[in-house]
């Protein structure tokens, strides 16, 4: 079966750490995102990566950077955490635009992130 | 900007049928997607429309106007493992995916 690969189900950070939240897709996919998912705003798009080493910015890249230095790994790096950064972060891939069709979003388990 | 309108919450009984919509308004538009996500659990792929009209897929069913900006899902023969959040999601002329708030399903014996 097809996956996506959160590697922490649930952290606990202080206000100023640096956070790292590591994604691993098995499926050879080109494009990795990054979303957080807050009660009544929905998923909001993070950052997107589109190709190793490339990555763009989606809504709310404020306080975030990524980095895709193979395939299949797509991290998100909250530099600082603050307490705002408190969240539901799901990471997800596609095959990209070689893709036909509706290029179906996979999704992780997702990662909850509590900031003290 | 996208923006994506469905109701916060729906309660049926198990047997009935739930119709869940959705309203958009976007920058253009290449699809719109139901996606369903279990308490604590990744979103999973529902359906897909890009054209108008009506897509079944067993007791799930979607339904896309591109010129009203309006889709529904439909949920027959509702059963307990449908309680979840259903997402609608937009792709828009950037080929970016905006979601909606989600609709949390209770069903009710």
């Known amino acids: 079966d097809v996956k996506v690969t959160q590697s922490s189900r649930y952290l606990v950070k202080r206000t100023g750490e640096k956070v790292f939240l590591e994604c691993v897709q098995d499926m050879d996919h080109e494009n990795m995102f990054w979303y957080r998912q807050d009660p009544g705003l929905g998923l909001r798009l993070i950052y997107f990566?589109?190709?190793?080493?490339?990555?763009e910015k989606g809504d709310i890249p404020e306080g975030y950077s990524v980095s895709r230095e193979k395939k299949e790994r797509f991290s998100l790096i909250l530099e600082s955490a603050s307490t705002n950064q408190t969240s539901m972060y799901l990471c997800?891939?596609?095959?990209?635009?070689?893709?036909?069709?509706?290029?179906?979003?996979?999704f992780g388990a997702g990662s909850r992130l509590t900031v003290l | 900007g996208q923006n994506i309108d469905q109701p916060t919450e729906m309660t049926a009984t198990e047997g009935a049928i739930v119709q869940i919509n959705c309203t958009y308004q976007?920058?253009?538009?290449?699809?719109l997607f139901w996606y369903q996500q279990h308490a604590g659990e990744a979103p999973t792929f529902l359906s897909y429309n890009v054209l108008d009209g009506l897509e079944e897929k067993g007791r799930f069913s979607s339904f896309l106007s591109r010129s009203k900006g309006y889709s529904y899902l439909l949920l027959k023969e509702l059963q307990m493992k449908d309680s979840a959040s259903y997402l609608c999601?937009?792709?828009?002329?950037?080929?970016?995916?905006?979601f909606g708030a989600g609709t949390t399903v209770t069903v009710r014996a």
């Open positions: 999601a937009v792709r828009g002329g950037d080929y970016k995916l905006s």
């Open positions: 997800a891939s596609n095959p990209g635009s070689s893709a036909s069709g509706a290029n179906v979003l996979t």
């Open positions: 990566s589109y190709d190793v080493k490339m990555k």
């Open positions: 976007t920058s253009g538009f290449n699809g």
